[in-house]
Nanobody, 128 residues
Framework: EVQLQASGGGLVQAGGFLRLSCAAS????????IGWFRQAPGKEREGVSY????????YYADSVKGRFTISSDYAKNTVYLQMNSLKPEDTAVYYC?????????????????????WGKGTQVTVSS
């Protein structure tokens, strides 16, 4: 059974940090990208960051660039999202998703379309 398990969320004060983990089982990351998305109450889901298995390339939304770092440990089939300098506007449910390469990793992520697997979310709350 394919599963993505997101964990590591919690309550933190503004300026603090959290590290989210996305652990995969039932498949390996070969030829996949793992993306992090978030959805705040009353807002649309937005892509935060992704990392590709093909060449390790990464992408960050402008809103998190310079504060968040995505990394992977393929031996553990796990992707991490280190979130530093957290802001109240980072408060959301964070989801990880996996999708195969289909000519681009960027467009499926930006369009939030064609994800193969989704994990259940983990709540991140940043207090001011």
């Amino acid at each position: 059974e394919v599963q993505l398990q997101a964990s590591g969320g919690g309550l933190v004060q503004a300026g603090g940090f959290l590290r989210l983990s996305c652990a995969a089982s039932g498949f390996t990351f070969d030829d996949y990208a793992i993306g992090w998305f978030r959805q705040a109450p009353g807002k649309e889901r937005e892509g935060v960051s992704y990392i590709s298995s093909r060449d390790g390339s990464t992408y960050y939304a402008d809103s998190v660039k310079g504060r968040f770092t995505i990394s992977s440990d393929y031996a553990k089939n796990t992707v991490y999202l280190q979130m530093n300098s957290l802001k109240p506007e980072d408060t959301a449910v964070y989801y990880c998703a996996a999708y195969r390469y289909s000519g681009s990793y960027y467009y499926p992520f930006i369009l939030d379309y064609g994800m193969d697997y989704w994990g259940k979310g983990t709540q991140v709350t940043v207090s001011s």
